[in-house]
């Protein structure tokens, strides 16, 4: 077993179970950057997670293991990012009955449109939930995950309400600088 991937053979105290948490993997340390929005967004919503690298095509042993032993311990969704000829969401997927979220990363000379097929265009009945080309894809695949995980978890639901709120409030004090500099001009 991966030492990186032993969280839920701790003991739970008492009578709790083990806190759900995300497998975030890459295909490379190259794709650490943007793939760190992922664990950002998880940070600001207080959910558990652990973030490895491992290739579909340099790796591949390893990502078996990685993700036999992220769902027998507790991992509740996997997060997969890659670029270029991005096989790694598809091959987690393979290998878990999990939900598995695919990050297009935009690295290579094609600007990520080939990752982004590669994850998106999965055959039937092994899907990926493909998000958006870069940083943005990050972010997002990082609140879906939570997102799957408040279904069972009023308080993490609650949690993604006051994100969404805090968004609205976001555009409106955007709008009210814009607001102002446009009386200025007049
Ligand atoms: N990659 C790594 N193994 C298989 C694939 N498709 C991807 C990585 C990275 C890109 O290839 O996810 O986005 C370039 O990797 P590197 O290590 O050469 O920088």
Redesign the pocket.
Known sequence: MLDILTRGTEEPEGDSLPKPWVCIV???D??AEVMSQVADALEELDVPYEMLVS????SPERTRQVIQDGEKNGAAVFIAG???????PGVVASFTTRPVIGVP?Q?SPLFGLDSLFAIAQMPAGVPVATVAIGMAGARNAGILAAQILAVSDDALARRLQAMRQSMADAVEQKSKKVERSNRKGK
Do not use: I
């Not at 290739?55 to 340099?58: C, G, T």
């Not at 890659?82 to 790694?88: F, I, K, R």
């Open positions: 890459m295909g490379s190259s794709d290739s579909a095509h340099r890659a670029g270029a000829a991005a096989h790694l990363l690295g």
